[in-house]
């Protein structure tokens, strides 16, 4: 089982940054086809905040762009988030997400992962 552990949310004022990380381990990754994030608010639906696919392609929301910047790692199956210029519309519960496939003993597999998630508040 492929488990998704972030980090790096928190409380911070309007303006601020913050730096999450998300990391992917067990269940004998084979290949990550995508990786990324997203975010519910409350009372919202879950929304696509930025990812990025192995061919290259790098999304992001229309209302994080030129703020947000989505990074990976490779070598350590770890996508990072760097979050400038926060405000209290960014608020929400980010999860981390990856689509992943798996060695198993009769073959490849390939699961939609997602992480527990973490708390990001824009407050002053």
């Known amino acids: 089982q492929v488990q998704l552990v972030e980090s790096g949310g928190g409380l911070v004022r309007p303006g601020g940054s913050l730096r999450l990380s998300c990391a992917a381990s067990?269940?004998?990754?084979?290949?990550?086809?995508?990786m990324g994030w997203y975010r519910q608010a409350p009372g919202q639906q879950r929304e696509l905040v930025a990812n990025?696919?192995?061919?290259?392609?790098?999304n992001y929301a229309d209302s994080v762009k030129g703020r947000f910047t989505i990074s990976v790692d490779n070598a350590k199956n770890t996508v990072f988030l760097q979050m400038n210029s926060l405000q209290p519309e960014d608020t929400a519960v980010y999860y981390c997400?990856?689509?992943?496939?798996?060695?198993?003993?009769?073959?490849?597999?390939?699961?939609?992962?997602w992480g527990q998630g973490t708390q990001v508040t824009v407050s002053s």
């Open positions: 997400n990856g689509f992943i496939t798996q060695q198993m003993d009769w073959g490849l597999t390939s699961t939609n992962y």
């Open positions: 067990g269940g004998n990754i084979f290949s990550i086809y995508a």
């Open positions: 990025f696919t192995n061919d290259y392609i790098t």
